[in-house]
C-alpha cells in the first residue's frame, strides 16, 4: 500500500523546519524528531521534547554529499570509499566538524555524526527544506525507539508527523568514527563490522578513543515500560504466560504466551531488527504484564540487535527501579 502525505502537510513540514520547529519523519533506521542543523534554538528544541541530556550528541543528516563538505573539515578519502559503499543508507560518520556546525548539535564536540538516509520521505524533506536536519529517534529519551507514525503520534507531541514506508531496517545506524591511525564502531547496527573492514581492509580497528558518553552507549536505553525478559538468562520464576508476550526468531516455543510476534522466516537477522522495535510497541500496548524476547547469538547483524535487546531489558535484569 502506498502512503502518502498531501500537498498541505508537505507544506507545513518544510514551513516547521525553516521557521525553527520540529518535524516527527521516517527513514530507513527508525522515526527521526527533525530541525534545521544549522539553528540552534531549532535544535535546542529537539532536547527539550525528547528530555534528552545535552551531553548526548545528535546526528546530521544530509541528502548530498556536497552538504558533507560543508559541514565537516579536510576531505578524507575513506570516508568516499564508505559513502560510495554505504550512502544513502544506515552508516552514521564521526568526523571532525565544521565551524557551522552550531555546538548545540554535538554537545560541544569538535566532531559530527553525519548520515545520507535512503527513506525517500526523509531525503525529501531534506532537500524541500534545503538545509541539513539533525535528528534523533522521535520518543522521549530512553524510551523504546518509533518506527511508525503511530508510535510518534501515541507517544510525542509534535505537530507535524510525515508518514512513509515502513522501514527497511528497523533499528539505528553503525556509527563509526574515523580517527588518524583507524577505525571504531561507536554503535552496531545492519552494517557490520565485516562490511566495514571489506571497504577499509588496510585501515585497522582502533580501540576506544572517542571521548562521549552517549545515553545510547550507556546500559539502559530503549527501554519499554514493561518488564523485558530475554531468553539467554533464566525467566523470574512463577511467571504466568497466559499474561506474558514473546517474541521470537528462530522458533523457540511460544506455546501458552497470550501474545506471540515471531519472524516469518526463522533466524531472518534482517527480518528480527526490522521489526523488533515495533514488536516491543506492540507488547506494551498489549493486556499483558511482561514481554520475552529471543536472545541472539551477537555476531554480525545479531551484535547490533543484542545491544539493543540488553539495553531494553537492563532494568528488569538488574531490578533497577522503571523510569
Ligand atoms: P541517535 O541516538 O540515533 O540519535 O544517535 C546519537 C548517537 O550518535 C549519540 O548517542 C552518540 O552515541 C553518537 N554520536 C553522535 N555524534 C557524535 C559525535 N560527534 N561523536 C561521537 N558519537 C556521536
Ligand atoms: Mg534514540
Known sequence: MAISNTHELWQQAVAAIQSGKLVAFPTETVYGLGADALNPSAVAGIFALKERPSFDPLIVHIAHMEDLARLTLEPDPR???LAQKFWPGPLT?????????P????????TVGIRMPSHPVARELIERCGCPIAAPSANKFGRVSPTR????????????????????????STI??????????????????????????????SHKQSQVVAPGMLNSHYSPAKPLYLTQSPLPVGLDKSRGAVISCTGIDTEGYKVVCKNQTLGDLREYAVNIFAWLHQMEEADVDY??????TPLGIGAAIMDRLRKAAYRYSTGLKNI
Open 79 to 81: 570516508v568516499n570509499l
Open 93 to 101: 560518520l564521526v568526523l571532525p566538524k565544521s565551524s557551522l556546525v
Open 291 to 296: 514481554m520475552v524476547a529471543e536472545a541472539v
Open 103 to 110: 555546538d548545540i548539535v554535538t554537545s560541544g564536540l569538535n
Open 149 to 172: 507514525a503511530e508510535h510518534v503520534r501515541k507517544k510525542l507531541a509534535v505537530e507535524v508527523v510525515l508518514d512513509g514506508l515502513a522501514p527497511e531496517v528497523g533499528i539505528e
Open 176 to 205: 563509526v568514527a574515523l580517527h588518524a591511525d583507524g577505525f571504531e564502531v561507536l554503535r552496531h547496527g545492519v552494517i557490520t563490522l565485516e562490511d566495514l573492514k571489506q571497504v577499509l581492509p588496510e585501515s585497522k580497528l
